[in-house]
């Protein structure tokens, strides 16, 4: 079971193949792809929401694509010899000084 960003990163560098791992144009597509099947899975569950369906199943097919789109964005990561991992440090920390700067 993966740990951290970074050890998430190291096993989809694995999974990828080696002529591959440079393709920022498909991984770049693909990511906007998968983030656009995770927002239709979203709509969905949100619909089903209003007008009381059952939406256990519809949560795990978020929870997949959240997962697929976890994995082009590491993906992107590889391409551009970005750190996933250093990505969300520094994402959290411009998280924290904006939360800071509004509640002054």
Same mark, same amino acid.
Do not use: W
């Given at each position: ?28 597509? &693909?990511?906007?792809? $998968?983030? /656009?099947? =995770? #927002?239709?899975?979203? @709509?969905?569950?949100?619909?089903? *929401? ?10 795990? &097919?978020?929870?997949? $694509?959240? /997962?697929? =789109? #976890?994995?082009?964005? @590491?993906?992107?990561?590889?391409? *551009? ?24």
């Amino acid at each position: 079971m993966v740990q951290t960003l970074e050890g998430f990163q190291r096993t989809v560098a694995y999974l990828v193949l080696p002529e591959d791992r440079a393709d920022l144009e498909y991984s770049a597509i &693909r990511l906007g792809g $998968e983030a /656009g099947e =995770t #927002l239709n899975q979203i @709509a969905k569950h949100l619909r089903e *929401l209003k007008y009381n369906v059952p939406v256990a199943t519809r949560k795990e &097919r978020i929870e997949e $694509e959240i /997962g697929d =789109t #976890l994995y082009c964005l @590491a993906r992107v990561c590889i391409a *551009l010899d970005l750190d996933l991992g250093k990505v969300g440090e520094k994402n959290l920390l411009k998280m924290q000084e904006r939360k800071a700067s509004l509640t002054r």
